[in-house]
């Protein structure tokens, strides 16, 4: 690229970034902000509207119209919308007009461009991490050029905003790291659902080219960031291809090369409440140990369940609050050294879950939300019902049972209108993680309860808690049997397709298709049972995934020898 053309091409990614901030703060009626960042740009839009001019490129020819009637209405466009305070107007006019002629710019200046290196910034780079990071320089200097990752399957390519993306190989697909189109439009939208102003350190799993690291640090100059990245070859695509040498400068961001996670594992274990991790989930798709990545794919999950969801779990939360008849704790001496049958909707209860017909009136069914409705059809009445999603659409579990007398158990923040409209006993189950829980937990002297993330999971900890004798689960498929979703009469029924699932082993050793999701729960099932050795644990699902730590018996067979010896 011409020396000219490269100058105009930085300058130009250089406007597209401050200008999507200041439709971003528009947006947000973050007036003040929004016009301060104006004035700043508009100070030097005016220079480079005739760098542009004077660039030589016929524009015209890419029906880019850069004369200087044109450029001057656009710009009086904007002075009037702000003389008038017109501010959905004057956003309109930098989304609409401005952004997308700065969008065609860089277009016609990178078409048919090779990635640039720019071998001073990144001897720079290095150079700023050998102050910080002496074995991490050396590590760098020691691989080959940077262009010869492409080998490895890295690529490098130019944004439309004009900054550079990562792409690599991940199980045979090309992924991104950052978006192909505005890079800073993406990062200031990443940085900002992070940014807490309670949080003065974030630890950040994931480096890429630092976009979100650098929109972090905009939002507040005072926080502590501590990047740790497993992958080498994206730190030195970071030196090679972006401004990271600048970033690494401050004082109070800090990147680690963490190749095996055990200085991330031992960061976290002294995590405070003034402390935020948070995960670039792209950068999740380059770690190649198996376990490390399931383990940070399995946090993010829940994590960005949680923090997507807040606001629906708070609005739960205070309602729910208002309307219960005593927490689940309550229950112990009803659950206390009992046998407890939780009825999941796994696809195989369809096989055997008419013989809890047959159980003796001192054991406990507990039946999740999901298939409440398909018992009480069958005739089967449970002893407790428990529900724990937030979202509206659930609420059709109960709808036309809401005069049942059947004891609910709801999670704190389970969808608010199963206590509004239930007639029957409601118990409240406050859940570890979610502080308004915790904090209420505090107050009111009630226990915490562990969720798993599902009703199932958090079913076999109130059990747990409530010191059953046994738990028998039932329906507890964790997988696809025979290539169903859910028992029949309960919810979606087909799995309409195998793409992107896993397989793991059922309970006869044979492969059986799975999902992310359901393998989280089973690890943490299995994690959450490894040590109980006060409860006897049994799986009668009579099929899905096995899950170890739990006695697989058919179910026909466990009530013949506990309840009816004379058989059934």
Not at 356 to 383: C, H, Q, Y
Not at 497 to 522: A, P
């Amino acid at each position: 690229m011409e020396k000219k053309n490269k100058v105009l091409s930085e300058e130009t990614s250089y406007y597209i970034c401050q200008i999507s901030k200041i439709i971003y703060y528009f947006r947000i009626q973050n007036y003040d902000y929004a016009l301060r960042k104006m004035t700043e740009v508009l100070t030097g839009l005016g220079g480079f509207f005739g760098k542009v001019q004077q660039n030589g490129t016929n524009w015209s020819d890419y029906g880019i119209f850069t004369d200087y009637n044109s450029l001057n209405d656009l710009l009086t466009s904007l002075l009037e919308s702000q003389k008038n305070k017109d501010y959905i107007l004057l956003a309109d006019i930098y989304e609409a007009q401005l952004l997308p002629f700065l969008f065609k710019i860089e277009e016609v200046l990178l078409y048919e461009e090779n990635v640039y290196f720019d071998k001073n910034k990144y001897d720079e780079a290095l150079s700023v991490i050998s102050n910080k990071d002496i074995p991490l320089a050396a590590d760098l200097k020691a691989l080959s050029h940077p262009d010869n990752l492409k080998e490895k399957g890295y690529d490098v390519e130019y944004t439309a905003c004009g900054a550079m993306t990562i792409s690599l190989y991940d199980k045979g697909k090309r992924i991104y790291l950052h978006s192909n189109c505005n890079v800073y439009q993406e990062a200031f939208a990443l940085a900002n659902s992070w940014y807490r102003e309670d949080k003065s350190t974030y630890i950040v799993y994931g480096l890429g080219l630092g976009y979100h690291i650098e929109a972090l640090t905009n939002l507040d100059n005072n926080i502590t960031i501590e990047i740790f990245e497993s992958d080498l070859n994206t730190i030195q695509l970071a030196c090679a291809y972006s401004g990271i040498g600048n970033l690494l400068r401050s004082a109070n961001v800090k990147l680690q090369y963490d190749p095996n996670f055990s200085k991330l594992s031992e960061r976290l274990k002294s995590v405070y409440n003034d402390t935020e991790f948070v995960i670039h989930y792209p950068s999740l798709r380059s770690i190649q140990n198996k376990d490390s990545r399931e383990d940070l794919e399995e946090y993010f999950l829940q994590y960005s369940s949680v923090k997507n969801q807040l606001h629906l779990l708070n609005g739960n939360f205070r309602e729910n609050t208002k309307r219960y008849d005593d927490s689940v704790d309550a229950l112990d001496k009803d659950f206390y050294g009992k046998d407890v049958f939780i009825v999941a909707a796994g696809p195989s209860l369809d096989k055997n879950f008419r013989l809890l017909k047959n159980r003796i009136n001192s054991s406990i069914i507990l039946a999740t939300g999901t298939v409440f409705r398909k018992l009480i059809r069958e005739g089967i009445r449970p002893d407790y019902f428990i529900v724990t999603d937030a979202n509206p659409r659930v609420y059709a579990q109960i709808q036309g049972l809401e005069q049942l007398d059947i004891p609910m158990i709801y999670l704190s923040t389970a969808f608010k209108g199963f206590t509004e409209n239930y007639q029957g006993k409601k118990y409240i189950v406050l859940q570890n993680g979610y502080e308004k829980a915790e904090e209420y937990a505090t107050v009111n002297n009630m226990k915490l309860f562990d969720t798993g993330g599902s009703v199932s999971t958090t079913a076999l900890d109130v059990a747990i808690k409530l010191k059953s004798k046994r738990i028998i689960f039932l329906g507890l498929d964790l997988a696809f049997t025979e290539n169903y979703v859910h028992a029949s009469d309960t919810s979606r029924r087909e799995l309409v397709s195998t793409d992107d699932l896993e397989q793991v082993n059922d309970i006869n050793g044979k492969s059986i298709y799975t999902s992310r999701s359901f393998l989280i729960y089973k690890k943490w099932i299995e994690n959450h049972i490894r040590n109980i050795s006060d409860i006897e644990l049994i799986n009668a699902t009579e099929g899905g995934a096995l899950i170890k730590g739990m006695r697989n018996v058919k179910l026909q067979d466990f009530l013949h020898e506990n309840y009816d010896k004379s058989g059934l």
